[in-house]
C-alpha cells in the first residue's frame, strides 16, 4: 500500500509561482509513476504531469513550459514547480501514485490564481 500527502498550495497572483509537493510512503518500489492532477467543480479531473521510475516526464499542453514535475528519490517526494501561472490554474491538485492495477491518492490541495 502507498500513502501519498501533497503540500504547498496556496492563493497567488496571476503571473506567480507555487511549488506542490507530494510525499509518498508505504511499499514505494510498487510504484509506476507519479502523477499531478488537478479538479475544478463539475469538471472532471485531468493529468497535469506525470513522472515514471525512470524519470521519463510528460505533460497536459495547457502547462507546457510553465510547469515542472521532478523527484527525490532519497526523501520518496514528488514536486511540481508552477510558473507564470494563470487563473485557469485555479483547482485542486490531487497527488496520484500509479501501482499496477491500483491508483494511490492525495487528499488534495487547493491553488487559487487571482488575476
Known amino acids: 500500500q502507498v500513502h501519498v500527502v501533497e503540500s504547498g498550495g496556496g492563493l497567488v497572483q496571476a503571473g506567480g509561482s507555487l511549488r506542490l509537493s507530494c510525499a509518498a510512503s508505504?511499499?514505494?518500489?510498487?510504484?509506476?509513476?507519479m502523477n499531478w492532477y488537478r479538479q475544478v467543480p463539475g469538471k472532471q479531473r485531468e493529468l497535469v504531469a506525470g513522472?515514471?521510475?525512470?524519470?521519463?516526464?510528460n505533460y497536459a499542453d495547457s502547462v507546457k513550459g510553465r510547469f515542472t514535475i521532478a523527484k527525490d528519490n532519497a526523501k520518496n517526494t514528488v514536486y511540481l514547480q508552477m510558473n507564470s501561472l494563470k487563473p485557469e490554474d485555479t483547482a485542486v491538485y490531487y497527488c496520484?501514485?500509479?501501482?499496477?492495477?491500483?491508483?494511490?491518492w492525495g487528499q488534495g490541495t487547493q491553488v487559487t490564481v487571482s488575476s
Open positions: 508505504g511499499t514505494i518500489f510498487s510504484v509506476n509513476t
Open positions: 496520484n501514485a500509479n501501482v499496477i492495477g491500483y491508483n494511490y
Open positions: 513522472i515514471t521510475r525512470s524519470g521519463i516526464t
